[in-house]
């Protein structure tokens, strides 16, 4: 039905970059929310960043002026797909980061709810 996959993880130095995306795929027709959350080891899953269709977006404390989070539909394959711009990386920042989509309106079903991707490894150390 629908499908998250996520991409852009990798191993990073203190105070560098990486580039999150996530592109839901499906008979969809549009998507309320899109967000990344993020869990370490031994810690709960939290949210790190949020946007909704209508353009408003909130950030974790944590994060705030350091990611962006941002959202494209292609047109022509109507593909859904949420970034995470991650700069000014900070060892604490390491973790698996989830994708998450919600209220999601699929061709001929429905109203979905809560669809995660497998995660992806962001790991920042010297």
């Known amino acids: 039905q629908v499908q998250l996959v996520e991409s852009g993880g990798g191993l990073v130095h203190p105070g560098g970059s990486l580039r999150l995306s996530c592109e839901a795929s499906?008979?969809?027709?549009?998507?309320?929310?899109m967000a990344w959350y993020r869990q370490a080891p031994g810690n709960q899953r939290e949210l790190v960043a949020a946007a909704t269709s209508g353009g408003s977006t909130n950030y974790a404390d944590s994060v705030k002026g350091r990611f962006t989070i941002s959202r494209d539909v292609a047109k022509n394959t109507a593909k859904n797909t949420v970034y995470l711009q991650m700069n000014s990386l900070k060892p604490e920042d390491t973790a698996v980061y989830y994708c998450?989509?919600?209220?999601?309106?699929?061709?001929?079903?429905?109203?979905?709810?809560?669809?995660w991707g497998q995660g992806t490894q962001v790991t920042v150390s010297s």
């Open positions: 499906g008979s969809i027709l549009t998507i309320d929310s």
């Open positions: 998450n989509a919600d209220k999601i309106r699929v061709r001929g079903i429905g109203t979905l709810r809560d669809y």
